[in-house]
């Protein structure tokens, strides 16, 4: 599937799901929170129903730090569904920063849709969400999804046992099997978030796909090829910031074409780390880069130059500045 965008990020994106709702119908629009564990496939699941990358995806628990919106259109209206932190477990700043974003999503969205993970057994942080999410405040406007039915040894029935048992009075009109990896159940799923959506007017013009700004999307896409290239600790201590980015005319054949230049930092919590972003004469920066590259070239309507570079942020994550700026905006 190929995108394109302008400098908001906010092109045509095909529909992610065939025939998921049909006829005419009141136009209806809600916020839809995106809620569940680290690496439930919440990211994944998003970018499939708006048939674009929105999110980024890494087996990396705790990828997703923002609440970040992707927008699907339909006959019946328009769903703006907001990519949450997974739940984690933690009194570290930094990852209750991530519980606040969800938590506040969760609570501002018309409707709560609750991903589990059938190749996983439940855990404390399952416990936790059901709990919340039982309250009927929640429970009025919740649907769950048991997400990764295609993988191997993936226990459905235990996901289902588990949502009979915390959330009994969830009815099974609002529970789906589904892999978002393979498109599976979607068709269903989008259906009942329409049914489920209040009558409205449109947040965003028909043709938006998400609202991110330029720089928050270079940013995450940078993010995501450094945290699949990196190991241990290392992904959950670099952000990325985007330091200038500029529309350049080229020269030569190419005259009257525009270039995208960027110059972009992989912010480290520690001197020591730098040489681990950099790699081996500088191996590993320049794999992050050309990866980056070539995303960004599909994504907006520019061939893009990058310019990366490793700066040091000292103990970026306990910097209440600092998380401000990069976490739950």
Not at 276 to 294: D, S, W
Request: contains cysteine; aromatic residues 6%; hydrophobic residues 40%.
């Amino acid at each position: 599937m190929e995108e394109r965008s302008g400098p908001g990020g906010t092109s045509p994106a095909p529909p992610a799901v065939d025939d998921a709702v049909t006829g005419a119908a009141p136009a209806k629009a809600a916020f839809v929170a995106v809620v569940g564990r680290p690496s439930a496939g919440k990211s994944t699941l998003i970018n499939r129903l708006c048939g674009a990358k929105v999110a980024i995806v890494s087996p990396v628990p705790q990828t997703t730090r923002n609440a970040i919106r992707g927008i699907v259109n339909g006959p019946q209206g328009q769903l703006v569904l907001v990519d949450t932190p997974g739940r984690h477990r933690s009194e570290r700043k930094f990852n209750k920063k991530l519980r606040e974003t969800a938590d506040r999503a969760a609570a501002e969205a018309e409707i709560v849709l609750y991903v589990l993970d059938a190749s996983r057994p439940p855990g404390p942080e399952e416990e936790e969400i059901a709990s919340a999410l039982a309250a009927p405040a929640f429970l009025s406007r919740t649907i769950a999804a048991v997400n990764k039915i295609d993988v191997p040894g993936a226990d459905i029935a235990a996901a289902g046992d588990f949502l009979g048992l915390r959330l009994p009075q969830l009815p099974e009109a609002r529970r789906f099997n589904i892999s978002a990896l393979r498109n599976e159940g979607l068709s269903d799923l989008l259906r009942a978030l329409f049914d489920l959506a209040p009558p409205g007017e449109p947040f965003y013009p028909r043709e938006y796909y998400t609202d991110q700004e330029l720089p928050f999307r270079i940013a995450e896409i940078i993010r995501e090829k450094a945290i699949n290239r990196l190991r241990q600790e290392l992904p959950h201590s670099i952000y990325v910031e985007v330091a200038d980015t500029e529309l350049r005319e080229e020269g030569g054949r190419q005259r009257g074409r525009q270039r995208l230049w960027v110059r972009a930092f992989i912010m480290v919590e520690r001197e020591s780390q730098k040489g681990m972003v950099v790699g081996k004469g500088g191996a590993m920066i320049r794999a992050i880069r050309l990866a980056a590259q070539k995303d960004l070239d599909r994504i907006f309507d520019w061939k893009t130059e990058l310019d990366l570079r490793v700066k040091t942020a000292h103990e970026w994550r306990h910097n209440d500045e600092i998380l401000r700026r990069f976490i739950g905006r």
